[in-house]
C-alpha cells in the first residue's frame, strides 16, 4: 500500500471532495478561516491547499500551481511566508521543523515534545505576523489542530485575529470547534467540512491500495469517512506485520519488538507465541500465528516450560512492574534463551 507523505501534496494528489472544497472557499473572500467537522474528513488537507494558494506565484481559481518557487517551499516546509502552528508532537511526526530553541531542549531531554501548541510558538507566529512579508504574495498561519490550544496561546492568537498586522491571512483546522473560545469562532468565517460521497470515497480508497471489500469494510468502520477508514487500514496493517514478525524477533532478543506495547499486552502476545512453538514441537497445530513463521527446529521442552512459567509469572505483576522497560527487557530475554534452547 502506498504510504502518504506529507511533502509533495500537490493538487492532483487531493480527493475530489477537497478540491471541490479549494475552490469554493478560494471564491470567497476572508482573512481568517475556520474549518471544522469530524475527523477524518481532510481537515487538514484542504487548509493545506488553502495556504499553498494564496502563496502560490501563480495560482488557479482551481489551487496552487505546484510548480513554482513557493509551492515547492512548501514541499519542503522551508517557506518563510507561511508558519504552521501545531503541537510539537505534530510537527515531528509530519515532518515540520520546530524553533531551534525547542529542538534543542527535546534534544537535551529538558523536556518532552509538547502535545499542545504551546504559547512560546504562539509568541513566534506574532512576531511573523508583523514582519513584512518575504516573497511579496502576503504571509499565512496554519493552526491545526487549532483545539490543542490552550486559554493562553488561544488569547494570544484571538488578539492577532482582532488587530490582523497588515497582508496575514489565517487558516485555522480543528476536528472539535466547539472545544474552540467562542471568541475564536466568531472571528473566523466557519466553513464545515463536505462528506464526500460514497462512490467517491471509495474510489480514493482503492486509489490507495485498499481492495474494493476492504475500503468497503473500512469506510462503514469509520462512519464513511474516507481518511479514517485508511488510516485504521494503515495501522491494521502495520500490526499484522509486525504480528507476522513477532516470533524471528524474539528468537533475535529485539526488544525493539515488543517496545510502545504495554506490558500485559506484550505479556499475553507471548503466552501466544509460547503456546503455539510448544504446539508445534509436540506437533499440534499452532492456533495464534502461521506455521511458516514460527520455528520449526527441535527445542529443549523442559526450557519452553520453564519459559511459559515465567510468563505466568509476569502476568501476574504486569499491571504494576517496578520497572517496565526493564520487565519488558527480561520478557525478551527469557523467550530468546527458551527459543534457541536445544533439545
Ligand atoms: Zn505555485
Known amino acids: 500500500m502506498p504510504v502518504r507523505t506529507d511533502k509533495g501534496m500537490d493538487l492532483s494528489a487531493l480527493a475530489p471532495w477537497i478540491s471541490r472544497q479549494v475552490e469554493t472557499l478560494l471564491a470567497q473572500r476572508g482573512h481568517a478561516w475556520l474549518l471544522q467537522g469530524p475527523s477524518g474528513l481532510g481537515q487538514l488537507e484542504l487548509a493545506d491547499a488553502l495556504v499553498r494558494?494564496?502563496?502560490?506565484?501563480?495560482?488557479?481559481?482551481?489551487?496552487?500551481?505546484?510548480?513554482?518557487?513557493?509551492?515547492?517551499?512548501i514541499d519542503v516546509h522551508t517557506h518563510a511566508d507561511l508558519a504552521v502552528l501545531m503541537p510539537e508532537t505534530v510537527m515531528i511526526e509530519r515532518g515540520w521543523p520546530l524553533s531551534e530553541k525547542a529542538q534543542a531542549d527535546i534534544d537535551d531531554k529538558k523536556r518532552k515534545p509538547s502535545r499542545e501548541i504551546r504559547v512560546e510558538s504562539m509568541r513566534g507566529v506574532i512576531e511573523f505576523a508583523q514582519r513584512t512579508s518575504g516573497r511579496g504574495r502576503g504571509k499565512a498561519v496554519l493552526v491545526y489542530p487549532a483545539e490543542r490550544m490552550n486559554q493562553v496561546t488561544a488569547n494570544a492568537l484571538l488578539?492577532?485575529?482582532?488587530?490582523?498586522?497588515g497582508d496575514v491571512r489565517f487558516v485555522l483546522a480543528s476536528d472539535a470547534a466547539h472545544l474552540l473560545l467562542p471568541t475564536i469562532r466568531s472571528r473566523c468565517l466557519t466553513h464545515v467540512m463536505v462528506w464526500p460521497e460514497h462512490a467517491e470515497a471509495m474510489a480514493w480508497l482503492t486509489g490507495n491500495g485498499l481492495s474494493e471489500q476492504d475500503a468497503q469494510t473500512m469506510l462503514h468502520a469509520a462512519g464513511g469517512r474516507p481518511a479514517a477508514a485508511l488510516a485504521a487500514t494503515t495501522a491494521a496493517a502495520s500490526n499484522a506485520k509486525s504480528w507476522k514478525l513477532l516470533p524471528k524477533a524474539m528468537v533475535k532478543g529485539d526488544v525493539g519488538a515488543l517496545a510502545d506495547v504495554p506490558l500485559p499486552e506484550a505479556i499475553a502476545r507471548l503466552q501466544k507465541l509460547c503456546h503455539d512453538v510448544i504446539a508445534m514441537q509436540v506437533g499440534a497445530s499452532p492456533r495464534f500465528f502461521a506455521a511458516a513463521d514460527l520455528p520449526t527446529r527441535p527445542l529443549a521442552i523442559s526450557a519452553l516450560t520453564r519459559w511459559w512459567g515465567q510468563l505466568v509469572q509476569s502476568a501476574r505483576s504486569a499491571d504494576h512492574p517496578l520497572n517496565a522497560g526493564l520487565a519488558a527487557e527480561s520478557l525478551v530475554s527469557s523467550a530468546r534463551e527458551a527459543l534457541n534452547s536445544k533439545n
Do not use: F, I, N, R
Not at 494558494?53 to 517551499?73: E, F, K, R, Y
Open 53 to 73: 494558494t494564496w502563496l502560490c506565484d501563480a495560482p488557479t481559481p482551481q489551487g496552487a500551481c505546484g510548480q513554482c518557487v513557493s509551492c515547492h517551499a
Open 159 to 165: 488578539k492577532t485575529l482582532e488587530e490582523p498586522p
